[in-house]
């Protein structure tokens, strides 16, 4: 049964500014906080057999052996559940979260946003990735997005000038969150169409989220129908999500497509799987066959990279072994397809831009990954 609060909720907006306590209650209680949409599940659950041999692995973190549970309480995770061959190995919740909870997925929405892009071009709402993306959002033409490429907005090099300041009050971010709805049009669309142009489209990454959400707004225009409402018939209902989800939307109604997916930790994982099954859900290619090997392959190279990822992909971070979904606060969803592995991890990271906890949880991935190939 899912958890209900009754104390104080945190304050609306972006949620870098909430305390580690405030994070406790919000993550998973968002939709009480910000006005959503529903995504609706359907009758048929796509199940998740529990695997015969489950793991506990342990490895040495700063020269200190870890294990499950000390990376869970060192490290604030509310949920972990790793899946091989669509079988569970470990399901395990933390922060007094159960099975039922929902949590905010925070920027691994983005993963999402281009799942229905896909989709909306195996429809024949979207002809194509290099069309422009003023073709679907006309409101951007004659700004800085005139020339760019929905690969290019997909792939974070569509030029254009901002910062993804989401903690002071001057950031790009923290001002596009709050944009007013007026004169008719989405107020994030009409924020960053008065921005300048800082490098030419598909030269430089530069991670904006906005950007994500106008890949969100393009899916909108071009199909008629809301995300959620999208999600729900091309994805959710037809793969089997096991509950509804709800999806935060900006002072126009629309979905962010940058961020506030809110799912129970199962359904997130089951998104992971949904990848790895080459994007098929009910025997019916929902996505166009090579667009998982596309959205997941290193569109734009790292050379170097702090976090260990070699390259982003369609919102999709890159790494050596798989990709991973990635989110404020330590949301992931990492996906091993040679080894048939998913990881869903939830967590409140109360300094989630922190190197080291980025680098602790790919240290507990990689320990994850392992266990589940030898099991």
Do not use: C
């Amino acid at each position: 049964m899912r958890t209900e609060f009754t104390g104080p909720l945190p304050p609306r907006g972006p949620v870098m500014h909430w305390t580690p306590e405030q994070q406790l209650v919000g993550y998973r209680s968002r939709e009480m906080i910000e006005p959503v949409r529903v995504v609706g599940n359907g009758g048929q659950v796509r199940t998740l057999p529990l695997a015969s041999h489950q793991i506990s692995p342990h490895w040495t973190w700063e020269g200190q052996v870890m294990d499950v549970e000390r990376y869970m309480a060192a490290w604030r995770v509310a949920g972990v559940l790793v899946l091989k061959d669509g079988q569970v190995l470990l399901e395990r919740y933390g922060l007094g979260r159960t099975k039922d909870d929902r949590w905010d997925s925070q920027s691994a929405t983005k993963s999402v946003t281009p799942l229905l892009v896909g989709a909306a071009i195996q429809d024949g709402h979207v002809k194509s990735v290099n069309d422009p993306v003023t073709s679907y959002i006309p409101e951007l033409k004659g700004s800085a997005y005139e020339g760019v490429s929905v690969r290019q907005l997909m792939t974070m090099t569509s030029g254009v000038k901002f910062d993804d300041d989401y903690v002071h009050p001057d950031g790009d971010g923290t001002k596009s969150w709050a944009a007013p709805f007026v004169n008719a049009v989405d107020p994030i669309v009409s924020y960053m169409r008065d921005l300048p142009r800082a490098d030419q489209p598909g030269t430089k990454f530069s991670y904006k989220s906005p950007d994500a959400h106008l890949a969100g707004m393009l899916v909108i225009n071009a199909t008629g129908k809301s995300l959620s409402e999208y999600l729900t018939n091309k994805i959710w209902r037809p793969y089997g999500m096991e509950n509804h989800g709800y999806w935060i939307v900006d002072a126009a109604g629309n979905e962010r497509g940058d961020s506030g997916l809110l799912v129970t930790l199962r359904d997130f994982a089951r998104l992971g799987q949904f990848m790895l099954e080459g994007g098929r859900a009910n025997g019916v290619q929902v996505l166009p066959p090579d667009w998982v090997a596309d959205a997941t392959r290193a569109q734009v190279p790292f050379a170097g990279s702090p976090g260990g990822a070699t390259g982003y992909g369609y919102y999709w971070w890159i790494y050596k072994d798989g990709y991973a979904a990635l989110g404020y606060g330590g949301q992931a969803i990492f996906v091993y397809p040679k080894d048939k592995v998913v990881i869903g991890v939830n967590s409140a990271w109360p300094e989630s831009r922190n190197h080291e906890s980025a680098l602790a949880q790919l240290a507990f991935f990689e320990a994850l990954h392992a266990a589940a190939v030898e099991a």
